[in-house]
Nanobody, 124 residues
C-alpha cells in the first residue's frame, strides 16, 4: 500500500502561482511513477502531468505546458506540481497518484494509488 496526501491548494488570483505537494508513505516511493490529475465540477477527471520513477521523463497535458512543472524528491518521498500563470480554467480538485508503470502514464486507469485531493480555485 502507498498512502498519498496532497497539500498546497487554495484560492489564488488569475496569473498567480501555487505549488502542490504530495507526500507518500508506505512502499518504496521510487518504485512508482507519479501523476497529477484534476477534476472540475461537472467534468471528467483530466490528466495534468506525470513523472517517471527517477524524474527523467515528464509529460504534460497541452493546456498546462509551459506553465506547470512536475518534479519529485525521492529522498523526501514527495512529488510536486509547480503551477504558474494560473487561469480560472485551472480551477479543480487536484489529485496525485502512483503507478507501477515506472515511466509514467496519462491514463488514470494505470495508477494504483490515489490521494484525497486538494482544491485549487483561481479567481478572475
Amino acid at each position: 500500500q502507498v498512502q498519498l496526501v496532497e497539500s498546497g491548494g487554495g484560492l489564488v488570483q488569475a496569473g498567480g502561482s501555487l505549488r502542490l505537494s504530495c507526500a507518500a508513505s508506505g512502499r518504496t516511493f521510487s518504485n512508482y511513477a507519479m501523476g497529477w490529475f484534476r477534476q472540475a465540477p461537472g467534468k471528467e477527471r483530466e490528466f495534468v502531468a506525470t513523472i517517471s520513477w527517477n524524474g527523467g521523463i515528464t509529460s504534460y497535458v497541452d493546456s498546462v505546458k509551459g506553465r506547470f512543472t512536475v518534479s519529485r524528491d525521492n529522498i523526501k518521498n514527495t512529488v510536486y506540481l509547480q503551477m504558474n500563470t494560473l487561469k480560472p480554467e485551472d480551477t479543480a480538485v487536484y489529485y496525485c497518484a502512483a503507478s507501477v508503470w515506472q515511466s509514467g502514464s496519462y491514463n488514470g486507469n494505470e495508477y494504483n494509488y490515489w490521494g484525497q485531493g486538494t482544491q485549487v480555485t483561481v479567481s478572475s
